[in-house]
């Protein structure tokens, strides 16, 4: 693993100490990286209202948006059990790239899997269908 994405994951793994899931209990921490080398750390953050919590995933890539970025190659995960990003995260994912890497790593900060988004989701719905 490249010094780059053992960093990535380091600061997944410290954002997932501020996740807030009281209610599933499954915290989750996610940092993505910019092109120009950026780094946005997200946490799931849960809500009473169940269907208004939102994944780490998300948090960190819409952070990232909001501050002018648009280029990422990579995304890290860190659960402690490996989990894999939902079927919302990836499509939010898709829509800026599907050659983003996606690290997926335990709460020790080992990797379980390398993937990418258009490995976690094939034949996606992108802009192309749209022009
Ligand atoms: N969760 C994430 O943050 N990312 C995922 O990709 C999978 C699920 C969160 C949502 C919820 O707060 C908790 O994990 C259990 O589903």
């Keep these: 693993m490249t010094s780059e994405d053992k960093q990535l994951i380091d600061v997944a793994r410290q954002a997932r100490q501020h996740a807030y899931?009281?209610?599933?209990?499954?915290?989750?921490?996610?940092?993505?990286?910019?092109r120009n080398g950026r780094i946005f750390s997200g946490v799931n953050i849960e809500n009473a209202a169940y269907p208004t919590s939102i994944c780490?995933?998300?948090?960190?890539?819409?952070?990232?948006?909001?501050?002018?970025?648009?280029e990422f190659d990579a995304i890290a995960v860190v659960t402690e059990n490996g989990g894999s990003p939902c079927?919302?995260?990836?499509?939010?994912?898709?829509?800026?790239?599907?050659?983003?890497?996606?690290?997926?790593?335990?709460?020790?900060?080992?990797?379980?899997?390398?993937?990418?988004?258009?490995?976690?989701?094939?034949?996606?719905?992108?802009?192309?269908?749209?022009?």
């Design 21 to 34: 899931a009281p209610y599933s209990h499954y915290r989750v921490g996610a940092a993505v990286r910019t």
């Design 56 to 70: 780490a995933e998300r948090v960190a890539l819409f952070k990232a948006i909001s501050e002018g970025e648009r």
């Design 87 to 131: 079927g919302s995260c990836r499509q939010v994912l898709a829509e800026f790239g599907l050659h983003i890497r996606v690290l997926i790593a335990d709460t020790q900060g080992q990797q379980i899997r390398e993937t990418t988004v258009a490995e976690l989701l094939p034949e996606a719905f992108t802009s192309t269908f749209l022009q």
